[in-house]
């Protein structure tokens, strides 16, 4: 126990809706709008001290819980489960360092909020109802778990990055984390500052998103395009903001439209300067031979591009343990990382096992869970990137501070810029950037302050009435 402790004795809920300038697909489906929890938690330490902080993420229900059930009602459960959240945050009676209650948290009452959801639709719907999977739990509990973190830095007016070692925190990662079998990795006496950079990068490499419907040439244009001022166009996004780095949605089920996928945003890639792909398949493929059999094919036709690509990301389906898949054929091409099957340190430990190379973080999995598999995947030598959910207003700040201490394999993937540049604008005012890509880079030097050095104050943002206040917020 310690003095600068705290627990959660407050949480108010704010959900903010945002559209989509152009859809956004992947997978099997596609995005035009999204609901954001944005939530506020006061936290109170030993001394009776009180402070708030903030957290917030997009509820994609087409991500966290892909289904051919309808994205309403899917969006309806998370919001559903947001409020649950709020009451149990505000009534956890729970003190510690936010990595100490975070994990709790996320061991002893979201596994039971999650089964009260799912039971409440057997109840209603049936007993074959489609239960909500655990990713979209995650996903629900991070925004409170990223302000507890907010909070516990601006309660001790220090950045978050800098209260992650020995002198704040009564646990090392020993008592979270376990080796690989066979391997010689001790986390005894460990902390997370001992796998984070410190100081921060300044400024990151910044990867764009071309979705399985963006256009790449001008004879797709039909004139129904949005007029706003934004591009259209990958060649003129890539001119606009200096890209060299471009992520490529595939479809992961259909080889002739992936290959030629590749190929095309390659060419486009090379003729404006970028230097670098990586490929997501976004969990559609089921077996391995798929993956190399395009790989193979590219560097044959393709040379120059198979050697732009960084990464692979995420093929196979995201439940690892449902779908034990041997994957060291395709890491033997190229460096494979986890993304939606990487939900926590465990689940990284089996991937590691079954071949994959890297871990794609996401802080919409918590902050508490992505410092965790950071540190497990360092210690073991897996390499590191940092995704995005598509994050606008706050969400982004957090997600590239992620970035900035995690050393990753190259910069963070942001495209919030992309698919709904006007929902930020009063956080790009004060950060102006983290929310432009200039000549292919975000510019991090406006993060200043405590917590995640929001700066709060200077955001002329209006939020709509809290949707639920639980605790000493109601």
Known sequence: ????????????????????????????????????????????????????????????????????????????????????????????????????????????VLPDLLSEVNGERQRLRGPDA??????????????????LHDAYGVLHERPIYALYDADWMSADLASYLAPAAGSDVSFDGRFPADYLAAPRVGSLPAWHLVGGLDLLSRDELTGREPQDGYPVLLADWIARDGLFCLKVKLRGNDAAWDYQRLVRVGELAVAGGAHWLSTDFNCT?????????ILDRLVVEHPRIYGMI????????????????????????????????????????????????GVALKTCK???????????????????????????????????????????????????????????????????????RRAGRLDLSSIRGPGFGYRLEEIARVLPPATVACGEDA
């Open 130 to 147: 489609e239960p909500m999977p655990w990713l979209a739990a995650l996903v629900c509990c991070s925004p409170f778990d990223i302000a």
């Open 310 to 357: 960084l990464y692979v990301e995420q093929p196979f389906p995201y439940d690892l343990e449902a779908h034990r898949i041997d994957v060291h054929s395709v890491s033997a091409r190229k460096p494979l990382f986890m993304d939606e099957s990487a939900h926590d340190w465990t689940l990284v430990r089996l991937g590691r096992a079954l071949g994959w190379t």
């Open 1 to 108: 126990m310690r003095s600068t402790d705290v627990r959660v004795v407050g949480a108010s809920l704010y959900l903010i809706p945002v559209q989509t300038r152009v859809p956004l697909k992947f997978g099997h489906e596609t995005l035009t709008s999204a609901i954001c929890a944005r939530v506020r938690v006061r936290v109170r330490d030993r001394k009776g001290r009180v402070a708030e902080g903030w957290g917030e993420t997009p509820l994609s229900a087409q991500w966290v819980w892909p289904s051919s059930l309808p994205e309403s009602e899917r969006r309806a459960e998370l919001q559903g489960l947001c409020r649950k959240l709020a009451g149990a945050w505000a009534e956890y009676d729970v003190s510690g360092h936010p990595v100490e209650v975070g994990y709790r948290f996320q061991k002893d």
């Open 285 to 293: 493929v089921t077996e391995p031979g798929y993956v190399n059999a």
């Open 366 to 436: 918590t902050q508490t869970g992505a410092l965790l598999s950071l540190c497990w995947a360092k210690a073991h030598g897996m390499t590191l990137m940092v995704q995005d959910l598509t994050n606008p207003m706050l969400a982004q700040i957090p997600h590239v501070l992620l970035a900035a201490h995690a050393q990753t394999i190259m910069g963070v993937e942001t495209n919030s810029m992309q698919f709904y540049p006007e929902a930020s604008l009063p956080e790009e005012a004060v950060h102006p950037g983290l929310y432009r």
